[in-house]
């Protein structure tokens, strides 16, 4: 972590929000042409635009940080071993652009030795970005934002995820889905897992429950809960690691509830 200033960290943050930014909005505009979309799996989509995003967002990274290893989802690895690397999903909630379903957005964290320290998840759609450096706490267009205060469950809005697997696995979500369906006062499904966790960090959501994610689905957003005062962890509240399989994310009041109706509700 001390490979980066603070002074650094804050400069980069600059550097990745301003870069989100204009590749989001470019994206967005030219989202009016024709979409192609291609299958990486029965129900797992991505279209030109993703790459797209991906090329504009690791050329510019790798220009102005060349020291800098990159993850990025469409089968971007560089600088393996390298202690600080760049997390990407250039385009999260690919079924929702897919369809026109405007709930889409652009994800980047920064990895120092396997601790996210900077996260930036940019709503083009909204022109909302919701940026976080560890131990500064988390900002939406530059405000601070804190997690809901809400204390029960019952009194809860929460939202979650299926994986791209749902046709052929049990391990699919449904069940947990069904319980909470009927414990908490709503549930919803957004389609893109940065969102979800962003907007529990500013409270539109208590809880968020996911499996079986992607490192860069998850880094810039779970950094950005816990910066905003909420609580990550695994569904039996182990220590979150973004290349786990789990993730539950809180505002802190209804984790041990929700934990509850997860280990009821395994497998
Ligand atoms: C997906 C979204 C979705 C989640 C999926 C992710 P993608 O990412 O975050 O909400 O349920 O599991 O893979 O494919 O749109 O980048
Ligand atoms: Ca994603
Ligand atoms: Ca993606």
């Known amino acids: 972590m001390e490979l980066l200033s603070a002074r650094a960290l804050t400069s980069t943050l600059r550097f990745t929000a301003d870069l989100a930014k204009s590749v989001g ?3 967005a505009k030219n989202a009016v042409r024709q979409i192609r979309v291609s299958f990486k799996g029965e129900v797992d989509l991505v279209t030109q635009f993703d790459k797209q995003a991906q090329d504009l967002i690791v050329n510019a990274m790798t220009e102005e940080y060349p020291e800098y290893g990159v993850l990025s989802e469409e089968n971007v690895s560089t600088g393996k071993g390298r202690p600080v690397r760049w997390i990407v999903d250039p385009l999260d909630g690919t079924t929702n652009f897919a369809h026109g379903l405007p709930i889409w957005a652009i994800s980047i964290a920064l990895e120092v030795e396997k ?3 900077l996260g930036v998840v940019y ?4 022109k909302e970005i919701f940026t976080a450096i560890i131990n500064r ?8 934002i804190y997690v809901s205060t809400t204390r029960k469950i019952g009194h809860s809005l ?3 995820g299926f994986p ?3 046709r052929r696995t049990k391990n699919n979500n449904l069940r947990q889905f069904g319980a909470f369906a ?3 006062r709503a549930v919803r499904r957004l389609g893109s897992a940065a969102l979800d966790l962003c907007y529990t960090a500013c409270g539109r959501f208590d809880g968020y429950w996911e499996l079986k994610l992607s490192p860069w689905d998850q880094a810039a957003g779970s950094l950005i809960l ?3 005062g909420g609580r990550v962890t695994d569904f039996a509240g182990r220590k979150f690691s973004i290349y786990g399989d789990e993730v539950l994310g809180t505002n802190g009041l209804i984790h041990g509830q929700m934990m509850s109706v997860l280990k009821r509700r395994r497998g």
């Open 158 to 160: 929460l939202v979650t």
């Open 115 to 117: 601790a996210v320290v």
């Open 25 to 27: 909005d470019r994206i």
């Open 164 to 166: 791209y697997d749902i």
């Open 137 to 144: 706490g988390a900002r939406l267009n530059g405000r601070r």
């Open 226 to 228: 816990r910066e905003a």
């Open 123 to 126: 709503d083009p759609t909204r």
């Open 182 to 184: 009927v414990r908490a």
